[in-house]
């Protein structure tokens, strides 16, 4: 293990963590500028699809990491795909109320 290691790997995990962060706390900020009313059951609806999400990304990355590309892009390929349509889906769950008013 090289001593830029030990700093770089520490800190790409400390950026990560506050990015996500911010993108947790701007979630509540874009809800609320779209007037769209979250209560507990969306915002866990909207947490699992994120996770899922990042599930997706880290997962393809890490067999492209491993030297396993082809499986590594088809995973990656699938899943966003897959995410996509729950992310949609999960759009219009989350603006069913605003289009009714």
């Known amino acids: 293990m090289e ?11 400390v950026i990560m963590g506050g990015l996500y962060v911010f993108t ?8 609320q500028d ?3 009313k979250m209560n507990w059951w ?10 899922f999400l990042t ?13 396993e590309a082809r499986p590594g892009l088809y995973f990656l390929g699938f899943s966003l795909i897959i995410t996509f349509i729950l992310g949609v889906i999960l759009w219009r769950i ?6 009714k008013e």
């Open 55 to 67: 599930l997706s990304i880290a997962g393809g990355f890490t067999l492209i990491g491993e030297n």
């Open 24 to 31: 947790f706390y701007s979630a509540t900020l874009w809800a």
């Open 94 to 99: 989350l603006t069913f109320n605003k289009e």
């Open 42 to 51: 969306k915002w866990t609806l909207t947490a699992l699809w994120f996770l």
């Open 3 to 13: 001593i830029i290691e030990i700093f770089l790997e520490p800190l790409f995990w």
């Open 34 to 36: 779209l007037g769209i």
